[in-house]
């Protein structure tokens, strides 16, 4: 079974090249000029990686990858006709594997989407486990379940949220305001403790599986990571 591409451009010039550069590459590809449409066909599709113009007529890209964040973990690839460095780090800080500038070159994306399959594991021939970087832990998107060391974990919405967050970028350090952003659908709501909250709540599973690892860490005065290696 070959990887599905999700590309979701509404210029019909720019989603042609980048279907035809794909398909070529021997990927199989699936195309929408809405956003929005992307959600059902996501419900009801298997997709290996999205490939998002941040500048939809129907939905900002920035805010439909929020969105799709909030239910899956699959690779998003942006394409933006802003080459602003302030844009790049907002669409990586909200989820985005990478980001390509328009005009670009289709063998560039080609690339870049095989090169985003291979880091983030992806299995075309498994149509819902979807592999986290770190050892240990497997990601079940469709399901919305996380297992640990060959046990399933009991996770609440908001802890599956974070978890997998934690899980896509190992090492990485998240503020709490960065998590709440991406975790929650509507982070105003929520106060900066409700994270700690979840987060003990996530060790303590984790811990019942393994009681001498502790695969949290905390930053003092700055947020958590997930440990590199297990």
């Known amino acids: 079974m070959n990887p599905v591409i999700l590309i979701i451009e509404d210029e019909p010039a720019i989603s042609d090249t980048i279907q035809y550069a794909l398909e070529t590459e021997g990927f199989d590809t699936r195309v929408l000029f809405l956003g ?19 500048g939809l007529p129907d939905v900002n890209g920035m805010e439909l990858c ?8 699959l690779p998003i690839i942006f394409l933006t006709a802003r080459a602003d460095e302030v844009d790049r780090v907002v669409g990586l800080e909200i989820g985005a594997d990478d980001y390509v500038v328009k005009p670009f ?3 560039e994306l ?9 880091r983030t594991r992806n299995s075309p021939g498994n149509p819902t486990d979807q592999s986290g970087f770190s050892t240990g832990f497997m990601i079940d998107a469709a399901r919305r379940r996380v297992t640990y060391c060959g046990q399933v974990l009991d996770l609440s919405k908001y802890e599956f949220n974070l978890l ?4 896509r970028r190992p090492g990485q350090v998240f503020s709490r305001d960065h998590l709440m952003t991406l975790a929650w659908e509507d982070p105003h709501c929520s106060m900066d403790r409700t994270v700690d909250a979840h987060v003990k709540n996530i060790r303590a599973k984790l811990k ?5 690892t502790d695969p949290i860490i905390t ?4 947020g958590y990571s997930l440990k590199e290696d297990l």
């Open 36 to 54: 929005r449409p992307a959600l059902e066909l996501l419900a009801n599709s298997h997709v290996d990686l999205i490939v998002l113009d941040v």
């Open 66 to 73: 929020k969105i799709i964040r909030n239910k899956y973990t």
């Open 105 to 107: 070159s289709p063998r």
């Open 110 to 118: 080609s690339a870049r989407v095989k090169a985003v399959l291979r």
């Open 164 to 167: 997998a967050t934690f899980i």
């Open 208 to 212: 019942a599986v393994t009681p001498d």
């Open 219 to 222: 930053h003092r005065g700055v």
